[in-house]
């Protein structure tokens, strides 16, 4: 996927999580992001990747995020991957 492309659908990540309001709070009390890192952050590749992580943190979300989007649940991780900054890390 080209970063092009990653970036808009990452904007739709962030839109996906916007839509709920639960899910927005969670977000904030685990990342300790503010209303004001939507506002300010929202285009940043750092705050994409931040989205990503946390939607990838449960299946459910995942699944849930991609029928939003339309594309198969893998491609949340193709997503955050193909983001500058978003490579896989190895932690061995």
């Given at each position: 996927m080209d970063k092009e492309t990653a970036e808009?659908?990452?904007l739709e990540v962030l839109t996906?999580?916007?839509m709920d309001d639960?899910?927005?709070q969670i977000f904030m009390g685990t990342t300790g992001a503010s209303q004001e890192d939507f506002r300010t952050d929202n285009l940043?590749?750092?705050f994409f990747i931040s989205i990503l992580d946390f939607v990838l943190m449960d299946d459910s979300w995942v699944i849930?995020?991609?029928k939003f989007l339309k594309t198969d649940p893998s491609q949340i991780q193709?997503?955050?991957v193909s983001l500058e900054g978003g490579q896989q890390v190895n932690w061995t």
């Amino acid at each position: 996927m080209d970063k092009e492309t990653a970036e808009i659908r990452a904007l739709e990540v962030l839109t996906w999580v916007l839509m709920d309001d639960e899910l927005v709070q969670i977000f904030m009390g685990t990342t300790g992001a503010s209303q004001e890192d939507f506002r300010t952050d929202n285009l940043s590749h750092e705050f994409f990747i931040s989205i990503l992580d946390f939607v990838l943190m449960d299946d459910s979300w995942v699944i849930s995020c991609s029928k939003f989007l339309k594309t198969d649940p893998s491609q949340i991780q193709n997503i955050r991957v193909s983001l500058e900054g978003g490579q896989q890390v190895n932690w061995t």
